[in-house]
């Protein structure tokens, strides 16, 4: 979660779940009723591991809070005690729920909740290597977050930090030298450093995973979406969104070319530095300089909120507002209390974005180190996203706190910047000046959230691509880095600056590799949260299919109480039915659908055919001629 930090992180401890296959008392009796007595008993019995369930989410969440907003030796050594006592109590309520014929339950919820405790997770490890898996991940965060790179102008100044500076460089520099400097010392600073801690990661992380009857952990990620196809779904919506990745890259290119020549070459890859992000995730810094119509409505929302005066307090209360005029739920006092909303300057801090759930149905905060930039303003409506569904599921049973998948808990907050940011809602709280639209306004408009959502879809896909194939040990870890630029290429048609090796390791550079997070969710957050904003807004009476003057891109549902409802309505199932079933409740569908996303850009991507037509852009890319070898001494023998 952070710079578009579209991807940010919720926080809730997961027990992943699947079913152990022995069923030893698989009797079936005539008259039911020692399976009905029996779950009349199993019922009293989750009550007792709810509650204990909800003290040790409470518990462990405190300690985490406590290590990642002040990294220091002895948080590190409470926080792996707590998660100690947490794994062996979730063993022992493991061990007993398995031994219920839980299959053979009648009330749904039960036996939902029975099936979400049969998957033990990472408890199931050895004490011994449950701490090392745990200690292994904090090393690699705490690497991450004290990192610091020495300016590239001023060789001797050496305190700058992911954020705010190196994430202000890479989207303000224009100087190709100093972004390669930056892009290239986070990797050497990061990324080299967390390679051994990374591979006893993913041996342990799969053993942790066997012990669960997965083969592997790519599996044991991808149980959660309960359906089996999951894999093939994600690959179709690709499929579908391919040929728009391809004309906002062509346009791209053209436009990174004018401004800085054989850089940039005219059909090869895209050079990553030059993306205006550390990881040329999302593309919007680079607007300035590549909008459809310059010089109209070109003013930049970061300079406006700056002129404006906004503070990170500020910006939380806007988007606190616009949660309420949609009658969705206010922050609660205590959340203004405790969240951190600002980098503190005294102590070493997980900076990256993220909001918790304490478990105890009162407390929930985000952390985040606030700037006053765009990218930050849509963050934070992000993160509130997050506590948003918090609240809404906060009375379901514990096991059922969780989004009905974790695409669906991404998706909450982007789907309401998709309202802020439609030029309708900007002039209205003041933050684009012009007093009315044209259509050239409003494809500038588009285009900027096009360089947000457009541009992360290969990324957000190939992340997890690549972890899937080294946990399941396709990808051998002599080839971890290569594989990774084969894979960047492949999908996201870029190229990194210099030549790579096997001694670099790049992927451990993003926040999400180390921190253990899968990724998948964000791919899924970018295509559902268009269904979900396509059935608001119908809701809202703001959009029809092919009406021009209904445009699903300029809907805002800002004080739409019909669109609130329905969207509360699907929060608060939480993770108490299958996904398919929640979607069903706001949009009718019951399937992952790539058409809301491409009618949302449609206008843009007819401009974009034709402007490439008109200036004979090659769409696509030819191979790199970078390459990655598998050590250094090769690339200078070679
Ligand atoms: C950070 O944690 C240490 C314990 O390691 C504690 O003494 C200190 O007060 C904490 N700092 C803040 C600002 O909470
Ligand atoms: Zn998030």
């Known amino acids: 979660m952070q710079f578009l930090r579209i991807d940010s992180v919720y926080y809730v401890m997961f027990t992943k779940l699947f079913l152990i296959g022995t069923c030893w008392c698989c009797l079936v009796y005539a ?12 019922q009293n019995f989750l009550k007792t591991i709810n509650s204990k369930t909800e003290e040790n989410q409470h518990s462990l969440a405190l300690a985490e809070w406590a290590y990642n907003s002040n990294i220091t030796e002895e948080n590190l050594r409470n926080q792996l005690a707590v998660a100690a006592e947490v794994a062996k109590d979730e063993k022992e309520i493991w061990k007993k729920v398995i031994q219920y014929n839980w299959r053979q339950f009648l009330d749904y919820s039960t036996k939902r909740q029975f099936s979400k405790y049969a998957i033990l997770g990472s408890s199931a490890l050895s004490e011994d290597k449950f701490r ?3 200690k292994t991940i904090s090393d690699m965060k705490a690497i991450y977050a004290k990192a610091k790179l020495c300016d590239f102008k001023d060789p001797k100044k050496c305190d700058l930090a992911l954020e705010p500076e190196l994430t202000q460089i890479l ?20 990324g080299v450093k967390c390679r051994n801690l990374y591979n006893d990661y993913v041996n342990l992380s799969n053993e942790a995973a066997r012990l669960n009857n997965f083969s592997d952990t790519s599996e044991y990620w991808l149980n959660d979406y309960e359906v089996s196809d999951f894999k093939q779904q994600v690959q179709n919506l690709w499929e579908q969104l391919r040929p728009l990745y391809l004309q906002i890259h062509a346009y791209v290119r053209f436009k990174l070319r004018e401004k800085y020549g054989d850089v940039v070459s005219e059909k090869g890859p895209i050079p990553i530095h030059l993306l205006g992000n550390m990881w040329g995730q999302t ?15 070109d003013e930049d929302l970061t300079a406006e909120l700056i002129r404006q005066n906004y503070t990170a307090v500020k910006i939380f209360k806007t988007a606190e507002e616009f949660f309420k005029s949609i009658n969705l739920t206010e922050m609660p006092q205590t959340f203004w209390e405790r969240s951190i909303i600002t980098k503190p300057a005294d102590r070493d801090m997980v900076c990256h974005a993220s909001a918790w759930d304490f478990s105890d149905t009162k407390d929930f905060r985000i952390k985040q180190c606030t700037e006053v930039t765009k990218e930050h303003f849509v963050i934070v409506h992000h993160e509130m996203g997050h506590v948003e569904y918090f609240l809404e599921y906060k009375d379901q049973p514990v096991k059922f706190r969780e989004g009905a998948n974790d695409g669906f808990h991404e998706a909450v907050g982007d789907l309401i910047a998709l309202s802020v940011r439609s030029t309708k809602h900007l002039r209205k ?4 000046k012009s007093k009315t639209d044209n259509s050239q306004t409003i494809l500038n408009n588009l285009f900027k959230v ?13 992340m997890d691509l690549w972890r899937w194939d080294i946990f399941s040990g396709k990808t051998k870890p002599e080839n971890y880095n290569c594989k990774w630029w084969e894979l960047r290429e492949k999908y996201q048609g870029v190229e990194p600056p210099v030549d790579r090796s096997e001694e670099d390791f790049d992927p451990a550079a993003k926040y999400h590799i180390i921190a253990d997070v899968p990724y998948l969710r964000y791919f899924i957050s970018f295509v559902i949260q268009f269904q979900f904003h396509r059935a608001v807004c119908e809701k809202a009476g703001q959009y029809e299919h092919n009406n021009p003057d209904k445009p699903l891109h300029e809907c805002d549902i800002y004080q739409n109480t019909d669109a609130g409802n329905a969207l509360k309505k699907m929060l608060s199932m939480g993770s108490s039915k299958p996904w398919p079933d929640a979607m069903e409740v706001l949009t009718g569908q019951r399937t992952m659908d790539a058409s809301g996303l491409l009618e949302y850009f449609k206008p843009l991507q007819n401009w974009l055919e034709e402007e490439n037509k008109k200036n004979g852009v090659f769409i696509g890319w030819e191979p790199s001629k970078k390459v990655c070898k598998k050590s250094n001494t090769d690339l200078k023998s070679n």
Not at 31 to 42: F, K, L, Q, T, Y
Not at 450 to 462: A, H, M, R, S, V
């Open 283 to 297: 593309w919007s810094n680079v607007a300035d300089f590549a909008l459809p119509y310059s010089g109209v409505e």
């Open 429 to 432: 709280i003041g933050l684009l």
């Open 31 to 42: 008259g039911g009723s020692p399976v009905e007595n029996e779950e009349i008993e199993a």
């Open 171 to 190: 989207a303000t520099s224009r100087n190709p030298d100093e972004l390669k400097h930056v892009w290239l010392e986070w990797r050497n600073t990061v």
């Open 132 to 134: 090392q898996l745990r």
């Open 450 to 462: 096009g360089l947000d959502k457009i541009t992360f879809l290969p990324f957000g896909y190939l």
